[in-house]
């Protein structure tokens, strides 16, 4: 079973829903190792001074920015350290917009966020209230070292985590020569744009993605099984480790932090807010094993 990116909590007003983060792509591609033609022995690929042609071993390797072409700055591990973002276990909902307003061109890549034990109540009404209101909640999510926007999308029992790329990061379509007049500028009659509209009618059908596969793969694949077999090899399947859920055994009042959400006038990220609520349930945990010694 897949492992979890990271455990950590989902937060949206005074709500914090303990939740995995989990891949949402699976990656087919085949990879390949290139080899000397001579004697099929694997290429390495060493790392070498410019000048010198010597290698360098990874403790004398340093990482620096090239500010002018030949100039570079060396960018220390404290540099590094002093930017990253502080919180490294939450995703904190900063907004919610509706669900048409976001472009195609910002989303990157999926994620899934699975709910933690006897976290499914938050996880639940959260998802729920965005399809009745058709709303996608926008927030940061920090994996590994990198803080990213993101996008929390319903899709049928799912809470999907959609990674944005910042506005920085796209190209606008203006910048390229595009036909930018109606129609008539192009000669295009009535009665094309006609019958280009009943052609698309009748090739309109339900999206069904199972009925999509890599043609390309599934050949290239047969091909590699048939070279495996002749000469005599197997393959080997190793199956992955069993997942750690993620526990969480708090009891939380939601109507009560709802309510405080809602009476709240502030828009401070749901991160700072949350901060009274984690240490309440904490001496809620403290009074329960109490009383249960």
């Not at 729920?128 to 999308?153: F, N, S, W």
């Not at 059908?205 to 197997?234: C, M, N, V």
Request: proline share 5%.
């Amino acid at each position: 079973m897949a492992r979890p990116i990271w455990t950590g909590t989902l937060s949206f007003g005074l709500l914090n829903v303990p939740v995995s983060l989990m891949s949402g792509e699976r990656r087919t591609d085949l990879s390949f190792r290139m080899l000397d033609s001579r004697d099929k022995k694997p290429i390495r690929f060493e790392r070498v001074n410019a000048d010198t042609g010597e290698e360098v071993p990874w403790k004398d390797i340093v990482k620096a920015f090239e500010y002018d072409k030949g100039s570079y700055v060396v960018i220390e591990k404290e540099d590094i350290a002093a930017a990253a973002p502080e919180t490294h276990e939450s995703i904190d909902v900063e907004a919610f917009v509706g669900r048409a307003e976001i472009g195609t061109r910002y989303f990157e890549k999926p994620y899934v966020l699975v709910p933690g034990k006897k976290a499914e109540k938050g996880y639940v009404l959260l998802r729920e209230t965005l399809k009745e209101t058709d709303k996608v909640g926008v927030a940061r999510v920090v994996i590994r070292t990198r803080e990213y926007l993101c996008a929390l999308i319903p899709e049928g029992d799912a809470l999907i985590l959609m990674l944005l790329r910042y506005p920085q990061e796209l190209v606008d379509p203006e910048e390229y020569k595009l036909p930018h007049a109606a129609t008539g500028r192009y000669r295009i009659a009535p009665k094309e744009l006609t019958m280009a509209k009943q052609l698309i009618e009748s090739m309109t059908s339900q999206w069904k993605p199972d009925g999509y596969h890599d043609e390309f793969r599934k050949r290239l694949s047969a091909i590699i099984q048939k070279r495996i077999k002749s000469k005599g090899k197997t393959t080997k399947i190793v199956d992955e480790p069993a997942e750690h859920e993620h526990a969480a055994t708090n009891v939380v009042d939601f109507m009560a932090l709802l309510e405080q959400s809602l009476k709240s006038k502030k828009r401070t990220p749901a991160a700072k807010k949350a901060a009274p609520v984690k240490k309440a349930a904490k001496a809620s945990k403290r009074r329960a094993s109490k009383r249960a010694s």
